[in-house]
């Protein structure tokens, strides 16, 4: 049977740099976050969308995944709301890409909120990636062109690292890309064991 690895962090963390490092090793990985986008494609889920935040959301048929954003972080109400249509979306897609990798000894499944989520409970061994948080917003202002006000919504929607890693079994610090790659490689090492 195939083992799910967890991988976590918050934002800005450096997930998706781990995830390729495992990737490049020949580990197939699952990224939630790819997937919830893919599914809010669906027309079920647009429709869904739709009955509760409306469709001036969307431009010629198209969800403004920033406008959501910027509703759901400001109204825990909103982002459960959203959550609830979402991710029994993502959990089916999951289950299907699993099967589609069962001659895998593990696969890695990667989520923000992968412990908010209730999706630690299918996980073998739980990897979470850890970067101050000073270095986050930096990366995150870098990368998405967002203020810093709307990454410390995000942040403070998600556990805090203390959380995370008082729960993980694999704690990797994403200080430089060198250390991660060792990192990565000496928990591949015990996972193959």
């Not at 934002?11 to 990224?31: E, L």
């Not at 000894?105 to 923000?112: D, G, K, L, T």
């Not at 694999?170 to 060792?182: A, E, G």
Request: with cysteine.
């Amino acid at each position: 049977m195939t083992k799910i690895i967890g991988l976590t962090g918050g934002i800005g963390s450096g997930k998706t740099t781990v995830a390729t490092i495992f990737k490049s090793h020949g580990i197939p990985v699952y990224i939630a976050d790819d997937a919830g986008k893919e599914v809010m494609q669906s027309p079920q889920i647009i429709s869904k969308i739709q009955d509760i935040f409306g469709t001036t959301l969307f431009e010629n048929g198209v969800l403004d995944r920033k406008k959501l954003a910027a509703i759901v972080f400001n109204d825990p109400e909103k982002l459960n709301q959203l959550n609830a249509i979402v991710h029994p979306a993502v959990a089916e897609h999951f289950k299907l890409w699993v099967a589609a990798h069962q001659q895998s000894e593990f696969i890695i499944y990667e989520s923000a909120i992968l412990f908010e989520s209730g999706g630690d409970k299918k996980c073998y061994k739980i990897i979470s990636v850890y970067t101050p948080e000073n270095t986050r917003i930096q990366r995150v202002i870098k990368r998405d062109s967002t203020s810093k006000e709307q990454i410390l919504q995000r942040i403070q929607a998600q556990w805090t690292d203390e959380q995370r890693l008082e729960k993980s079994d694999f704690v990797i610090n994403n200080d430089s890309l060198v250390n991660t790659q060792d990192q990565v490689v000496k928990i591949l090492k015990l996972l193959l064991k």
